[in-house]
């Protein structure tokens, strides 16, 4: 199983950018993003496949930017227009098989706190 380590959390004012990154032990087809808000299910973000075709939930399609580098291992997130409501764990998540937000066979890092304040 691929490990997977996140980096980049913080807090930051509502409006604010905050940038995410994930470092994978490992090959993987697809990686993602999902987070978990206060009293909240963990939820999928965006993911993205090897060749770069993307998924974004509604609540942050167009505000939000996945990203990867295949030959390093790497994945990121460029959250822009940051809203209290994006407060969350946020978690790096690689899949095996398929990118569907909604799927299963998702792993997941241990996860970094976003704070946004209004």
């Known amino acids: 199983q691929v490990q997977l380590v996140e980096s980049g959390g913080g807090s930051v004012q509502a409006g604010r950018s905050l940038t995410l990154s994930c470092a994978a032990s490992?090959?993987?087809?697809?990686m993602g993003w999902f987070r978990q808000g206060p009293g909240q299910d963990r939820v999928g973000v965006a993911s993205?496949?090897?060749?770069?075709?993307?998924t974004y939930a509604p609540s942050v399609k167009g505000r939000f930017t996945i990203s990867r580098n295949n030959a390093q291992n790497t994945l990121s997130l460029r959250m822009d227009s940051l809203k209290p409501e994006d407060t969350a764990v946020y978690y790096c998540?690689?899949?095996?098989?398929?990118?569907?937000?909604?799927?299963?066979?998702?792993?997941w890092g241990q996860g970094t706190q976003v704070t946004v304040s209004s």
């Open positions: 993205i496949d090897r060749i770069g075709r993307t």
């Open positions: 998540a690689a899949n095996p098989i398929y990118c569907a937000l909604s799927g299963s066979d998702w792993s």
């Open positions: 490992g090959y993987t087809i697809c």
